[in-house]
């Protein structure tokens, strides 16, 4: 997806366990590596301790984190993996320290910050200090093997190599079936080689969420959302079958629109989507098929990535003028450069100008100075958008391979969304400094995409003058549900296929066979010919060898109509909810940065009421918002045979071709 947030080792979720009956554990004697407790520390002083330790090892890990991203290379990986190995060891030895206090009465704040501790750990870590430096030198390794991953095809002069950037523009704008069919495929190569460093990775995630108490690594996971882990499943069915319906009518639309392209070739076998077309590698955002899924082509400019292009053709012309002479093949090269780096920094700004509208702060100076713009030229990086945290007091940055088209346009307003989050919350203590749970700190970004409107667009210059018609208004919410509808059923099916992964249910003989069946069965898209266990595709998605949870995303699509209604509400709008755009409303802002300021502070379904006046996420916004799309999508597929058959994908037969 737009991916998009500080995608670490740790990530730290929130939740609420009862503790106080839980058996007491005798103490444990001090491992090498972790911080002894001083004799007699109360659990007052144990909190205050452990803040005080995270806030001066942070930004050691957060470096090491960082060059293994940008500068992928083996030294930059051991340094990673050497520092999450400490970190996790000292991580380790505070969960061990904080069951003196199991049983005790203790202050609420202090209560909290002890059970978030507990939930940190993403990767939990096994107790043998040589199963977590595997753990860890795994970990590292499947990361950069994704950022390092290129498609390669050909022979001596004629060989040609293509990154996941260049892959993705072939489906982003090439409607050639074949060129797309072969960049799909040609990405999913490169997962191939993590299969069975993801079999060892699992048993040994596993084995520390088993030694912290757990059942399982998944079980661990949905434990971070002050609900029992039962519950949360519980909550995303019920959520996901709230908004189902609208998704079926916009995937019955898409499957008549590639048909009407593709003949027969438009088309799976159990009447789903093929995998290779709807413009993206994984199927999460179907923004790219504009084209094709265009309403009412005429009725009002809605492509934001052509003037994109505008800007980014202005800003190269500029660094040619700049130069004196008859510039040299390298000179060319060095100003086209020049000239990316100067759209990223524009777009960015651009960014920036919709959260410093609402009263909020502009960003650091050494925010322009660090952050990962553009690819560079001369070394491997991991492109895969994400914002980062470094220290806690500050030193904010993100992460991308900005290219001028709306995808990224959109992206980098969600990664600000993270970074305003970090500046919000890092005057609390760094137990408390994350989201509510995951999925608000997913779901501020976006939010701010849901404002940028079509009037908003044309008035930074980046749609023409827009139609105040049904035509127009149909083109507008069908643009903005290609790119969040489309990503629901996305939203949950990776870690469903992760909860079997982890819980056994899902063996590691029936990895691709089980990731297919579960896109088949959420998404209704197929691969068009076999996909065996000669695969590893779930690998060919960053957030699975990165090991991020990802149903913080789904709630995030859940969460972002409901905090985006009640902004619109606070700025005083009385239209209709799809019409709304609080740039500029300070009210609505102070709003925001409230919300933001909470962190992890409380339990989130008390900031969510704080927030939006209700205590329980709710998909009734998302259909409010699609309402006029809903039901111009239910006339349009009126006399088709909508849904689909979740048949197993993995032995689908091939697509009729007509060649």
């Not at 069975?196 to 088993?210: C, H, I, Q, S």
């Not at 661990?220 to 908004?243: C, F, H, K, N």
């Not at 056994?504 to 209704?524: C, D, H, R």
Request: with cysteine; proline share 6%.
């Amino acid at each position: 997806m737009k991916p998009r947030h500080l995608l670490l080792a740790v990530a730290v979720t929130a939740a609420v366990l009862a503790i106080a009956g839980c058996k007491k554990q005798p103490a444990e004697p001090a491992q090498p590596g972790v911080t002894a407790a001083p004799e007699g520390e109360t659990a007052d002083e144990f909190v205050a301790r452990v803040n005080d330790e995270i806030r001066k090892g942070y930004p050691e890990l957060t470096s090491a984190q960082w060059l293994s991203s940008t500068f992928i290379n083996d030294d930059s990986e051991r340094v990673s993996a050497k520092a999450n190995e400490r970190f996790l060891t000292q991580l380790r030895g505070w969960i061990e320290q904080s069951r003196k206090y199991e049983g005790q009465e203790l202050k609420p704040d202090t209560a909290r910050a002890i059970l978030l501790l507990k939930q940190q750990a993403a990767m939990p870590p096994p107790k043998d200090p040589a199963k977590l430096e595997e753990l860890t030198t795994l970990a590292t390794r499947m990361e950069g093997m994704f950022g390092k991953g290129e498609y390669c095809h050909g022979e001596g002069t004629a060989r040609q190599c293509s990154k996941l950037g260049d892959l993705e523009d072939i489906l982003r704008s090439n409607r050639d079936y074949d060129a797309q069919l072969d960049a799909w495929k040609g990405w999913h190569t490169i997962a191939q080689p993590m299969r069975k460093d993801y079999v060892r990775f699992v048993e040994l995630v596993n084995t520390g969420a088993r030694d912290m108490g757990y059942a399982d690594t998944g079980e661990l996971w949905r434990s971070g959302y002050d609900m029992t882990p039962a519950e949360i499943a519980a909550e995303t069915d019920r959520l996901w079958g709230q908004v189902k319906p609208l998704y079926e009518q916009l995937h019955c639309y898409a499957r008549t629109q590639l048909q009407a392209k593709y003949g027969d070739r438009g088309t799976v076998p159990g009447a789903m989507l093929p995998a290779h077309l709807l413009g993206n590698m994984w199927q999460q955002d179907w923004s790219n098929l504009w084209d094709m899924m265009a309403p009412y082509p005429n009725a009002g400019d809605l492509n934001v990535s052509a003037k994109l292009n505008d800007l980014a053709t202005q800003d190269y012309n500029l660094a040619l003028a700049q130069h004196d002479g008859s510039p040299t093949a390298e000179d060319l090269a060095d100003m086209r450069q020049a000239g990316r780096l100067a759209t990223a920094k524009h777009m960015t700004e651009r960014a920036q100008d919709f959260y410093t509208s609402l009263g909020m702060q502009k960003l650091p100076a050494s925010y322009w100075d660090r952050t990962q713009f553009i690819q560079p030229r001369d070394r491997d990086v991991v492109c895969h958008a994400s914002a980062w945290d470094m220290d806690m007091a500050g030193d904010v940055r993100t992460k991308m391979c900005i290219k001028p088209n709306e995808e990224d346009f959109t992206t980098i307003y969600h990664e600000l969304g993270h970074v305003y989050y970090y500046l919000a919350y890092n005057k609390l203590p760094p137990l408390f400094q994350t989201g509510a749970h995951d999925g608000f700190h997913e779901a501020i970004g976006d939010t701010i995409v849901l404002a940028m409107t079509p009037q908003y667009l044309q008035s930074i210059g980046l749609m023409g003058e827009q139609q105040q018609s049904e035509q127009a208004l149909i083109n507008s919410q069908m643009r903005m549900a290609l790119a969040k509808v489309s990503f629901l059923p996305f939203g949950l099916m990776i870690d469903r296929w992760r909860w079997g992964v982890f819980d056994g249910s899902i063996k590691p003989e029936n990895y691709n066979q089980a990731w297919w069946e579960l896109k088949a069965k959420y998404q209704g898209v197929a691969p068009t010919t076999a996909r065996g266990e000669e695969f590893f595709d779930p690998g060919a998605k960053y957030h699975v060898p990165a090991n991020t949870p990802y149903t913080r995303y789904f709630l995030s699509h859940i969460l972002q109509f409901q905090f985006y209604k009640a902004l619109c509400d606070t700025a005083g709008f009385k239209g209709p909810l799809h019409e709304c755009s609080f740039y500029g409303n300070k009210e609505a802002g102070a709003k925001f940065q409230a919300m933001l300021a909470r962190g992890a502070s409380q339990p989130w379904q008390a900031t969510l009421k704080e927030m939006t006046g209700s205590d329980k996420m709710d998909g009734a916004p998302v259909l409010e918002y699609f309402a006029p799309l809903q039901d111009w999508l239910k006339k349009q597929n009126e006399g088709k045979t909508c849904g689909w058959n979740a048949r197993p994908m993995a032995a689908a037969p091939a697509a009729a071709s007509t060649k």
